[in-house]
């Protein structure tokens, strides 16, 4: 079992649509990352929360991590196909030295 | 920008064979992380350097996984002998990791080495 569970494991919507995908588990982290990846490439951070309850704003997507530091969200208002990706959270664990990742979740935009 | 570099980007060989990947980390960032990518398994963290010393390798199959840095610019990762299991992307990433600050530091990725065993 994943330490990290990102859902939905698939997601495809039209280009407009908004979308929540989530990253949850039951240990407690220091602070948890956002990655995108696209075809051919590695992982790209998108941003590091680190405070619970905290809101991050990257112009459309808007990150938050759980007040109990367990979980996060990522939602894309009005998606575009550039949005498309694999999106993979990452969380630290008290006392470790490196970010443990979900499976992903990959996200297809139709134009 | 500054970018992780990993080569071969690609690399077909038949089971039993030696395979060596090599990472080039950011100039400057003092840990080096080796992942494998699979379909079924996701990202998978092998093993990790700081300051060109192992910390962990508990992700790594030990009796046919090595990883090294002989400098601080250049990773290894090797596999001996290879099996069709060991078929995956594998990626290297580098950041750089302040005393105190934890691991919450960015973690920079190079595009991956496709590797497959036949």
């Known amino acids: 079992t994943q330490l990290l569970e990102q859902s939905p494991q698939f997601l495809s919507i039209q280009e407009g649509e908004n979308l929540t995908v989530y990253c949850n588990s039951s240990?407690?982290?220091?602070?948890l990352q956002w990655y995108r990846q696209e075809p051919g490439e590695g992982p790209v951070l998108l941003v590091t929360?680190?405070?619970?309850?905290e809101v991050k704003k990257l112009k459309r997507l808007t990150f938050q991590f759980g007040d109990a530091r367990k979980d996060s969200s990522l939602h894309i208002t009005a998606a575009q196909p550039g949005d498309t990706g694999l999106y993979l959270c990452?969380?630290?664990?008290?006392?470790?030295?490196?970010?443990?990742f979900g499976a992903g979740t990959r996200l297809t935009v139709k134009p | 920008d500054a970018r992780v570099t990993q080569t071969p980007r690609h690399k077909v060989t038949e089971m039993g064979q030696e395979v060596t990947m090599r990472c080039q980390p950011i100039l400057g960032h003092n840990t080096v992380f080796w992942y494998r990518q699979t379909m079924m398994q996701g990202l998978e963290l092998l093993a990790y350097f700081r300051n060109r010393a192992p910390l962990d390798d508990s992700g790594m199959p030990k009796d046919r996984f090595s990883a090294e840095m002989p400098d601080a610019t250049l990773a290894t990762l090797k596999i001996q002998p290879s099996e069709p299991r060991d078929s995956a992307v594998y990626f290297c990433a580098s950041g750089l990791v302040l005393t105190g600050t934890g691991s919450n530091q960015p973690q920079h990725f190079g595009d991956g080495t496709r590797l497959s065993i036949l």
């Open positions: 929360v680190v405070t619970g309850g």
């Open positions: 990452a969380g630290a664990l008290y006392g470790n030295n490196d970010m443990r």
């Open positions: 240990s407690v982290f220091s602070s």
